[in-house]
C-alpha cells in the first residue's frame, strides 16, 4: 500500500486508451468497473476532441460479481463489433476487473471474430500509462506484422538511391505533450532534408497504415516511452535503424537532422547550415522581406540578446518524463545560460539517462514518482525557475517559485488553440517565450533589489504577470512544504512590506521564539539583525541563502544567527 493523493501516471489501461484514441479503425473493450469511464474526459475535455473514445466498458456493478461477469465481457465484444466494425479490437482489463481474472482477450479471441483481435495484459498493480501505451502499441503493431518479418537473419535490401529515404514516425499519441503541433514541425524538418514521411503512428494512424511500416528506410523513435519498445522490435524484425535524437531544442535538432543524414546516407549539410544562420541580421528591414531566407530558430539569437544576460546561472529544477527532462536540460544548460540545480524524472525506465545528465551536473537525480519526494527535492534545491509537469506546477505556486511546464502530466491550458509544438525550430522559440515568461524581467528584478520599500513593486512582485507579492520560500532543508505555523510566521515576518523594520523585527523575534520552540528540528534561531540582512537579499534567491546559512550554523553549533553568521556563511559557500 502507498499513500497517493497526486499520481504522475495514469493505470496502465489510459495509455492503451490513448493509442487506441490516437487511431482510426482500432476499437478496445475494456472489463472495468461501473465508474471507469471517467478516463473519457480526458480526451473530450483536456485535449477537447470532438467525440469519445473509441472505447467500450463493461461496467459491471457490484452485483454482477456473483453472476457471470465473463459473459459480459463476450457481450460487450459482441456488440462493439457489430456497432462500430472496427478493423482490429483490443480487448483488457482495468484494475478491478484484473482481480476478477476473467482472462477477456483469451474469451474474446475465443469468439473468432473476422478481424485481428489483440489482447492487452497490462498489470495494473505494478505499471503505469506510459508503460501501457508502449505495450499496447508494440502488440497491436506485432500483431499484425508478425506474418511479415525478415527471415532471421536477412537484411533489408538497400535503398533505391533514385528514391527519397522513408522514415516513420513512431510514438506521438493523443494526450501526449504537444504531440499534435511536434508531428508537424518533424514533417518540416524531413522535407526540407528530402526525406519522406511513411507512416506516423500512432497518433492518425489506421491498422492499413501500421502495415506499411516496413516500407520505410528507418523508424524515428519521437517519443521513447511510447516508441522504444516497437522500434526495438522492428529493428529486429524489418532491420529498421532507429534514429534517436528527439528534436527538442536548437542542438539537439541539429542533431536529429546529422542523425537522419548518416542512418539515411543523404547529405543534410545545407539544412545544417541554415540552421546555424544568424538570426541577428534579421532586423534588417530587407531581411524581414518575404524573400529573405530567415534563420532557423530565433532562440539562439533571443538567448545572445543583452536582454537575456540576467539569465545567466538562473537556478532551474527539471522534472518530468525522461525524454522532456532531457531534452529540458540541454536546453536550460547549453542554450539558455541557466544552472541545473536538480533534475528527476518519473519515468523509471529511463532512470539511467537521466542519472547520467545529473552526474554531468554534479547532482543526484530524483527518480520517483511521490510528489512528496519531488517537493522535497525542489525545496531543498531552492531554484529560481521550476521546469516540470502540473503537479511542479502546484508545488512551485506553493514555494513560490516560477514554473514551466514541460511534460505530461497535463491541464487542459498545455493543449493549447495556438502551434505550440516543442520541437523543431519553431519548437525551440516557443521554449523560449514559455520558459522566460514566468521570470521576473531584468529591469524589475534589478530596481526591486535596489528599492525595496516601494508600494507596488514590492518583493515578489511581477508586474509583468500582474502578481501580488507571495510568501517566498524560506523553509529549512527537509522541512515539509506545507509550513509549519513557526514557519509561516517567520516567512510572513521575512516577507512583510507594509511594516516598519522594528515591527517586522518584533515579529521575528516572535516567529524565532515559535522555531526555539521546535526543539526537535534543532534549527538555529535568527537574530533580528540577521533577520533584517536577509530580508536585503532579492527574495528569489533568499529562500537558498537561508538555507546554506542555517547549515553553516548548525555545522559550527552556532545557535543564534546574526548578520555576521550570514556574511561568514556566504564567505565559506560562496553563494
Ligand atoms: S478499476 Fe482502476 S482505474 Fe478503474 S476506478 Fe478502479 S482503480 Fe480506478
Same mark, same amino acid.
Given at each position: 500500500?502507498?499513500?497517493?493523493?497526486?499520481?504522475?501516471?495514469?493505470?496502465?489501461?489510459?495509455?492503451?486508451?490513448?493509442?487506441?484514441?490516437?487511431?482510426?479503425?482500432?476499437?478496445?473493450?475494456?472489463?472495468?468497473?461501473?465508474?471507469?469511464?471517467?478516463?473519457?474526459?480526458?480526451?473530450?475535455?483536456?485535449?477537447?476532441?470532438?467525440?469519445?473514445?473509441?472505447?467500450?466498458?463493461?461496467?459491471?456493478?457490484?452485483?454482477?460479481?456473483?453472476?457471470?461477469?465473463?459473459?459480459?465481457?463476450?457481450?460487450?465484444?459482441?456488440?462493439?463489433?457489430?456497432?462500430?466494425?472496427?478493423?482490429?479490437?483490443?480487448?483488457?482489463?482495468?484494475?478491478?476487473?484484473?482481480?476478477?481474472?476473467?482472462?477477456?482477450?483469451?474469451?474474446?479471441?475465443?469468439?473468432?471474430?473476422?478481424?485481428?483481435?489483440?489482447?492487452?495484459?497490462?498489470?495494473?498493480?505494478?505499471?503505469?500509462?506510459?508503460?501501457?501505451?508502449?505495450?499496447?502499441?508494440?502488440?497491436?503493431?506485432?500483431?499484425?506484422?508478425?506474418?511479415?518479418?525478415?527471415?532471421?537473419?536477412?537484411?533489408?535490401?538497400?535503398?533505391?538511391?533514385?528514391?527519397?529515404?522513408?522514415?516513420?514516425?513512431?510514438?506521438?499519441?493523443?494526450?501526449?505533450?504537444?504531440?499534435?503541433?511536434?508531428?508537424?514541425?518533424?514533417?518540416?524538418?524531413?522535407?526540407?532534408?528530402?526525406?519522406?514521411?511513411?507512416?506516423?503512428?500512432? /497518433?492518425?494512424?489506421?491498422?492499413?497504415?501500421?502495415?506499411?511500416?516496413?516500407?520505410?528506410?528507418?523508424?524515428?523513435?519521437?517519443?521513447?516511452?511510447?516508441?522504444?519498445?516497437?522500434?526495438?522490435?522492428?529493428?529486429?524484425?524489418?532491420?529498421?535503424? @532507429?534514429?534517436?535524437?528527439?528534436?527538442?531544442?536548437?542542438?539537439?535538432?541539429?542533431?536529429?537532422?546529422?542523425?537522419?543524414?548518416?542512418?539515411?546516407?543523404?547529405?543534410?549539410?545545407?539544412?545544417?547550415?541554415?540552421?546555424?544562420?544568424?538570426?541577428?541580421?534579421?532586423?534588417?528591414?530587407?531581411?524581414?522581406?518575404?524573400?529573405?531566407?530567415?534563420?532557423?530558430?530565433?532562440?539562439?539569437?533571443?538567448?545572445?540578446?543583452?536582454?537575456?544576460?540576467?539569465?545567466?546561472?538562473?537556478?532551474?529544477?527539471?522534472?518530468?518524463?525522461?525524454?522532456?527532462?532531457?531534452?529540458?536540460?540541454? @536546453?536550460?544548460?547549453?542554450?539558455?545560460?541557466?544552472?541545473?540545480?536538480?533534475?528527476?524524472?518519473?519515468?523509471?525506465?529511463?532512470?539511467?539517462?537521466?542519472?547520467?545528465?545529473?552526474?554531468?551536473?554534479?547532482?543526484?537525480?530524483?527518480?520517483?514518482?511521490?510528489?512528496?519526494?519531488?517537493?522535497?527535492?525542489?525545496?531543498?534545491?531552492?531554484?529560481?525557475?521550476?521546469?516540470?509537469?502540473?503537479?511542479?506546477?502546484?508545488?512551485?505556486?506553493?514555494?513560490?517559485?516560477?514554473?514551466?511546464?514541460?511534460?505530461?502530466?497535463?491541464?487542459?491550458?498545455?493543449?493549447?488553440?495556438?502551434?505550440?509544438?516543442?520541437?523543431? #525550430?519553431?519548437?525551440?522559440?516557443?521554449?523560449?517565450?514559455? #520558459?522566460?515568461?514566468?521570470?521576473?524581467?531584468? /529591469? =524589475?528584478?534589478?530596481?526591486?533589489?535596489?528599492?525595496?520599500?516601494?508600494?507596488?513593486?514590492?518583493?515578489?512582485?511581477?508586474?509583468?504577470?500582474?502578481?501580488?507579492?507571495?510568501?517566498?520560500?524560506?523553509?529549512?532543508?527537509?522541512?515539509?512544504?506545507?509550513?509549519?505555523?513557526?514557519?509561516?510566521?517567520?516567512?510572513?515576518?521575512?516577507?512583510?512590506?507594509?511594516?516598519?523594520?522594528?515591527?517586522?523585527?518584533?515579529?521575528?523575534?516572535?516567529?524565532?521564539?515559535?522555531?526555539?520552540?521546535?526543539?526537535?528540528?534543532?534549527?538555529?534561531?535568527?537574530?533580528?539583525?540577521?533577520?533584517?540582512?536577509?530580508?536585503?537579499?532579492?527574495?528569489?534567491?533568499?529562500?537558498?541563502?537561508?538555507?546554506?546559512?542555517?547549515?553553516?550554523?548548525?555545522?559550527?553549533?552556532?545557535?543564534?544567527?546574526?548578520?555576521?553568521?550570514?556574511? =561568514?556563511?556566504?564567505?565559506?559557500?560562496?553563494?
Amino acid at each position: 500500500m502507498e499513500l497517493t493523493l497526486w499520481t504522475y501516471e495514469g493505470p496502465p489501461h489510459v495509455g492503451a486508451m490513448r493509442v487506441a484514441t490516437s487511431m482510426e479503425g482500432v476499437h478496445y473493450v475494456l472489463h472495468a468497473p461501473q465508474g471507469d469511464t471517467y478516463a473519457d474526459l480526458l480526451f473530450t475535455m483536456i485535449e477537447r476532441r470532438d467525440r469519445r473514445p473509441p472505447v467500450s466498458y463493461t461496467t459491471f456493478q457490484a452485483r454482477d460479481l456473483g453472476g457471470d461477469t465473463a459473459e459480459m465481457v463476450k457481450t460487450s465484444v459482441r456488440e462493439a463489433y457489430e456497432r462500430f466494425k472496427p478493423q482490429v479490437m483490443l480487448v483488457g482489463e482495468s484494475c478491478t476487473a484484473e482481480l476478477i481474472q476473467d482472462q477477456p482477450g483469451s474469451l474474446a479471441k475465443s469468439m473468432n471474430l473476422p478481424i485481428p483481435v489483440v489482447s492487452l495484459d497490462l498489470p495494473a498493480y505494478s505499471k503505469k500509462e506510459n508503460w501501457g501505451a508502449s505495450e499496447t502499441l508494440y502488440h497491436l503493431v506485432r500483431s499484425l506484422l508478425l506474418p511479415h518479418v525478415l527471415a532471421p537473419g536477412s537484411k533489408r535490401p538497400a535503398r533505391d538511391l533514385e528514391m527519397r529515404p522513408k522514415a516513420n514516425i513512431i510514438g506521438p499519441t493523443a494526450l501526449g505533450f504537444r504531440c499534435r503541433d511536434d508531428i508537424q514541425e518533424v514533417l518540416k524538418l524531413l522535407a526540407e532534408i528530402g526525406v519522406e514521411a511513411n507512416v506516423i503512428a500512432p /497518433l492518425g494512424a489506421t491498422p492499413d497504415d501500421l502495415m506499411r511500416i516496413p516500407d520505410a528506410d528507418f523508424n524515428i523513435c519521437l517519443y521513447p516511452e511510447i516508441a522504444q519498445t516497437t522500434c526495438d522490435w522492428l529493428k529486429r524484425s524489418f532491420d529498421q535503424p @532507429i534514429v534517436t535524437t528527439v528534436p527538442i531544442g536548437v542542438g539537439a535538432t541539429r542533431d536529429f537532422i546529422a542523425e537522419i543524414g548518416e542512418v539515411a546516407g543523404i547529405d543534410v549539410s545545407r539544412a545544417l547550415a541554415r540552421s546555424k544562420a544568424d538570426t541577428l541580421g534579421n532586423w534588417n528591414a530587407a531581411r524581414l522581406s518575404s524573400s529573405a531566407a530567415p534563420g532557423a530558430s530565433r532562440l539562439p539569437w533571443y538567448s545572445r540578446s543583452v536582454d537575456s544576460t540576467y539569465l545567466t546561472g538562473k537556478r532551474v529544477f527539471i522534472f518530468g518524463d525522461a525524454t522532456h527532462a532531457i531534452a529540458a536540460a540541454r @536546453i536550460a544548460t547549453e542554450e539558455l545560460g541557466f544552472t541545473l540545480v536538480g533534475i528527476g524524472t518519473y519515468s523509471r525506465k529511463f532512470a539511467r539517462q537521466i542519472r547520467e545528465v545529473a552526474k554531468q551536473h554534479g547532482l543526484e537525480a530524483v527518480i520517483s514518482d511521490d510528489y512528496l519526494a519531488v517537493e522535497t527535492a525542489v525545496a531543498e534545491a531552492a531554484p529560481e525557475l521550476v521546469l516540470g509537469t502540473q503537479m511542479e506546477r502546484h508545488i512551485a505556486k506553493r514555494l513560490g517559485i516560477p514554473c514551466a511546464v514541460i511534460s505530461t502530466p497535463i491541464h487542459v491550458q498545455d493543449v493549447p488553440a495556438r502551434y505550440s509544438p516543442q520541437m523543431g #525550430w519553431e519548437g525551440a522559440n516557443v521554449i523560449f517565450d514559455d #520558459w522566460v515568461h514566468p521570470l521576473m524581467m531584468g /529591469l =524589475e528584478e534589478h530596481l526591486i533589489g535596489m528599492f525595496r520599500e516601494d508600494f507596488e513593486f514590492a518583493e515578489g512582485h511581477m508586474s509583468h504577470l500582474h502578481t501580488a507579492p507571495h510568501a517566498a520560500p524560506l523553509q529549512s532543508a527537509g522541512s515539509p512544504i506545507v509550513a509549519s505555523g513557526s514557519e509561516m510566521a517567520a516567512s510572513a515576518a521575512l516577507n512583510s512590506e507594509s511594516k516598519p523594520m522594528a515591527a517586522a523585527s518584533e515579529d521575528a523575534a516572535e516567529a524565532n521564539g515559535k522555531i526555539n520552540g521546535d526543539t526537535e528540528t534543532g534549527a538555529a534561531s535568527w537574530s533580528p539583525d540577521g533577520i533584517a540582512e536577509l530580508k536585503k537579499i532579492p527574495f528569489f534567491v533568499r529562500g537558498k541563502v537561508k538555507r546554506n546559512t542555517e547549515k553553516f550554523a548548525s555545522d559550527r553549533g552556532i545557535t543564534a544567527i546574526t548578520v555576521d553568521t550570514l556574511y =561568514e556563511a556566504k564567505a565559506a559557500i560562496g553563494q
